[in-house]
């Protein structure tokens, strides 16, 4: 296979610098067995697992034109989208304001993921801009975009705030590379060899006008061979053979070119010990990745045995970013919007909740969570109870925030609300195709303490 002409043009930039610029201090030696064996299992989506990754966005609009333009044949607009991808919310008062939207999802052959006439059964990325939540005491989002495109910038070299991505699987990566070359869109190469001698390749994009960073692997890729020999990769191995084997074993041999099967969500973070901590007690996650070199160590944790959708935490040196702003400051603002604005978690006006993975398990009790919250160890923990519809499909104990900022949306059996969720019993009504949005209602944010 030939490459086309702005194929080769990026085979003639400049040698790539890394992540690996310092290796980091004492990092941990354990690590996990890297056995093959694996748990063969439904794919992670809407009612089953891991079913989406969401952003705020200033122009959600636009990213989701770009991944339909891209990576279309895989995805679609998902089914419960507003017309025109905007949905007006009117107050009170008469007044309205806009939920901008911008959501796909990955089309999908498994029987298994619970989608509906108005819901998408495949893995969601979504980016969303409701107008009127704010960032009180941090960045605003198209702050933390510009911040995210700067150090990006060509994606010419890596960066530790590539770490913050949505993962994957293809078993044709070359067909998304010509796309992208055609109409030179900036992408990372990666390869790397896995335990197995499997040569494999990944490409990292920016979704642009967002801070949505997409990683997609596939093995045997052309264009990733040919720029491995030719010295224009990243190197570092971005799957290791336990993951590479579970995703082939969860997609089968017959997996469809036509298809991305969502294999991981990922953040960076400065403090391991706190995600370990909070994954392990408060969500009841087991971990099922420990990878650690010199540069930077991995976590990711599997919520149940059957997940296909792992969620994965990096920790890099502060150098292996490009400028001041660092990944702990990334957490630092978002914490501290936190702070601001879910002093009641009864608010939901703080923008920083809508960056955020989602879990369902329609099944399984919240009940342990709530323990944790309500005990002295989850006293910092934050977390939002939005209103009850009058059905009782939506409302209570919907986001918890882990130490990163980022949030978890639990679609559980909420049997049990934590004490701050006590007076969600306002009602809203149910929505009725785009006669109301349940996100339209930002809470109750006056005169409601926190539980502590």
Same mark, same amino acid.
């Given at each position: 296979?030939e490459?086309?002409?702005?194929?080769?043009?990026k085979?003639r930039?400049?040698p790539?610098?890394t992540?690996?610029? /310092?290796p980091?201090?004492?990092?941990r030696?354990a690590?996990?067995?890297l056995?093959?064996?694996?748990?063969?299992?439904?794919?992670?989506?809407?009612g089953?697992g891991?079913?989406?990754?969401t952003y705020a966005?200033?122009?959600?609009i636009?990213g989701?034109e770009f991944?339909?333009t891209?990576?279309?044949?895989a995805?679609?607009?998902?089914?419960?989208?507003c *017309?025109d991808?905007?949905?007006e919310?009117?107050?009170?008062d $008469?007044?309205?304001?806009?939920?901008?939207?911008?959501r796909?999802?990955?089309?999908?052959d498994?029987s298994l993921?619970l989608? $509906?006439p108005?819901v998408?059964a495949?893995?969601g990325?979504?980016?969303?801009?409701l107008t009127?939540?704010?960032t009180?005491?941090g960045?605003?989002?198209?702050?933390?975009?510009q911040i995210?495109a700067?150090?990006?910038?060509d994606?010419s070299?890596c960066?530790?705030?590539?770490?913050?991505?949505?993962?994957?699987? *293809?078993?044709?990566?070359?067909?998304?590379?010509?796309?992208l070359d055609a109409d030179?869109v900036d992408?990372?190469?990666?390869?790397w060899?896995?335990?197995?001698?499997?040569?494999?390749t990944s490409?990292?994009v920016?979704?642009?006008?967002?801070h949505m960073v997409v990683e997609i692997y596939?093995?045997? #890729?052309?264009y990733g061979?040919?720029r491995?020999?030719?010295?224009?990769?990243?190197t570092?191995?971005?799957?290791g @053979?336990?993951?590479?084997? @579970?995703i082939?074993?969860?997609v089968?041999a017959?997996a469809s070119?036509d298809?991305?099967?969502a294999?991981?969500?990922? /953040? $960076?973070t400065a403090d391991?010990?706190?995600?370990?901590?909070?994954y392990l007690?408060a969500m009841?996650?087991?971990?099922?990745?420990?990878a650690?070199?010199?540069?930077?160590?991995?976590?990711c944790?599997?919520y149940?045995?059957?997940?296909t959708?792992?969620i994965?935490?990096?920790? /890099?040196d502060?150098s @292996?970013?490009?400028s001041?702003?660092?990944v702990?400051?990334?957490?630092g603002?978002?914490n501290?919007?936190h702070?601001n604005?879910?002093?009641s978690?009864? =608010? $939901?006006t703080d923008k920083w909740?809508?960056?955020h993975?989602a879990f369902?398990?329609?099944?399984?009790?919240t009940?342990s969570?709530v323990e944790?919250l309500?005990?002295?160890?989850?006293?910092?923990?934050?977390y939002?109870? #939005?209103?009850t519809?009058?059905?009782g499909?939506?409302?209570g104990?919907?986001?918890?925030?882990?130490?990163t900022?980022w949030?978890i949306?639990l679609d559980?059996?909420? *049997?049990?609300?934590?004490?701050g969720c006590?007076?969600?019993? /306002?009602?809203l009504?149910?929505q009725?195709?785009?006669?109301y949005?349940?996100?339209?209602?930002?809470?109750? =944010?006056e005169?409601?303490?926190?539980?502590?």
């Amino acid at each position: 296979q030939e490459l086309s002409e702005s194929a080769t043009k990026k085979l003639r930039r400049a040698p790539l610098r890394t992540c690996i610029l /310092r290796p980091m201090s004492r990092l941990r030696a354990a690590t996990t067995s890297l056995a093959l064996a694996v748990v063969v299992a439904s794919k992670d989506g809407t009612g089953n697992g891991v079913s989406k990754s969401t952003y705020a966005a200033t122009d959600p609009i636009r990213g989701k034109e770009f991944l339909l333009t891209y990576f279309g044949n895989a995805m679609t607009t998902a089914s419960d989208e507003c *017309t025109d991808d905007l949905c007006e919310c009117t107050e009170d008062d $008469g007044s309205t304001w806009e939920i901008q939207q911008g959501r796909v999802a990955l089309n999908t052959d498994s029987s298994l993921q619970l989608g $509906g006439p108005n819901v998408s059964a495949g893995f969601g990325l979504h980016l969303v801009n409701l107008t009127k939540r704010v960032t009180t005491g941090g960045n605003t989002v198209g702050e933390i975009e510009q911040i995210f495109a700067d150090k990006l910038g060509d994606m010419s070299s890596c960066d530790a705030f590539m770490d913050y991505s949505v993962g994957l699987y *293809t078993t044709d990566l070359d067909q998304y590379i010509t796309k992208l070359d055609a109409d030179s869109v900036d992408y990372l190469t990666s390869t790397w060899e896995d335990d197995s001698g499997a040569d494999w390749t990944s490409i990292t994009v920016l979704v642009p006008s967002t801070h949505m960073v997409v990683e997609i692997y596939g093995e045997d #890729s052309t264009y990733g061979l040919q720029r491995k020999l030719a010295g224009k990769t990243h190197t570092e191995v971005r799957l290791g @053979a336990k993951q590479a084997a @579970a995703i082939k074993a969860h997609v089968g041999a017959t997996a469809s070119s036509d298809l991305l099967y969502a294999t991981r969500v990922s /953040r $960076g973070t400065a403090d391991l010990d706190a995600i370990d901590t909070f994954y392990l007690d408060a969500m009841g996650a087991t971990l099922d990745v420990d990878a650690s070199t010199d540069y930077f160590e991995r976590h990711c944790f599997k919520y149940t045995t059957s997940s296909t959708v792992d969620i994965c935490f990096v920790k /890099r040196d502060d150098s @292996a970013t490009s400028s001041d702003f660092s990944v702990a400051d990334m957490e630092g603002q978002m914490n501290a919007v936190h702070a601001n604005l879910l002093v009641s978690p009864m =608010c $939901g006006t703080d923008k920083w909740l809508d960056n955020h993975h989602a879990f369902d398990d329609f099944e399984m009790s919240t009940s342990s969570i709530v323990e944790y919250l309500d005990s002295d160890a989850g006293a910092d923990v934050y977390y939002y109870c #939005s209103p009850t519809t009058v059905d009782g499909s939506l409302g209570g104990f919907h986001y918890i925030i882990d130490p990163t900022g980022w949030g978890i949306q639990l679609d559980m059996d909420a *049997t049990e609300q934590p004490s701050g969720c006590a007076d969600a019993a /306002r009602q809203l009504p149910i929505q009725v195709g785009d006669t109301y949005n349940p996100a339209c209602d930002l809470g109750t =944010c006056e005169g409601v303490a926190r539980r502590r």
